[in-house]
DNA sequence: ATAAAACCTATTGACACAGTAGGTAAATAG
DNA sequence: CTATTTACCTACTGTGTCAATAGGTTTTAT
């Protein structure tokens, strides 16, 4: 079950994309527009800048916008940015040590052709599919 | 992400499944088997037991047996029993209340897409698919 | 009566989630 | 140069879930 961190990212960046014009839009905006605390968006916000996807500034007429086209964002990346990893099971996230039952595992499989799917999905999908409707 | 408690209750299930003949089988020798905690594997064999999925018998001989054929079983029916719900995200969830925001929303229309390739995938995926390999 | 097993209630430590609080640094406008 | 606006930073907190563990009671076969 993803976490408010990812839907939230997720909502920051289509509400961004949304937006006319290159300039920066404060955190203000788009938490009051989303109806979000913004408290809460800024650790959200500073992840996204971070990992890259956002840019960032300081002071008077600052706040944040989108580094690439909505086109060129994925959904996979923005969740799994926010989400740490998008792996059905522990044994399949990066960080995972080896498992010793991994040989004779039963379900294995399963679970790798599950993710396989479900980053198909989430990596072809693009913030460009979601903002028109 | 699923926990340990839908993956466990999954090779305990495959775990009965490839014993022969139709006895119960006491949870000691399923734990001791699969190397998981008795004490927690109760618990886990407990819900299966109220789901309908496992039957359970007290006393000398007892233990759990399938209620059905391997073939009968999907993993979604078993993890979703675990889990409580295998949505994506909260909204879609049994239990949930009606987003204020569902109208508007950009995102929904991909959580349930999302959610259909889930369930046709694992209430698709039988028990007796895994058990041979 | 005894042993083996499920069944039951309660508790625990660790951790993540979903924020909140309060400040510092940077940039612009007047 | 000062005030304002904004991001940026560290820390804290309450709530809940996860993954067990502990210690019993009941049921059943021998």
Redesign the interface.
Known sequence: ??STKG?YA??MI?DLAEQPGDEFIPLKDIAERQ?LSKKYMEIIAKELVHGGLLAGASGKHGGYKLTKTPEEYS?GEIIELMEG?I????CL?DNAEDCP?KASC??L??WE??YE??RD??FG?RIS???R?
């Open positions: 079950m993803f839907r997720l909502r289509i109806g959904v990893s792996a059905p099971v522990a996230a039952r039963k379900t499989s399963m052709e599950f799917i479900e999905f989430f999908k599919d979601l903002i409707s």
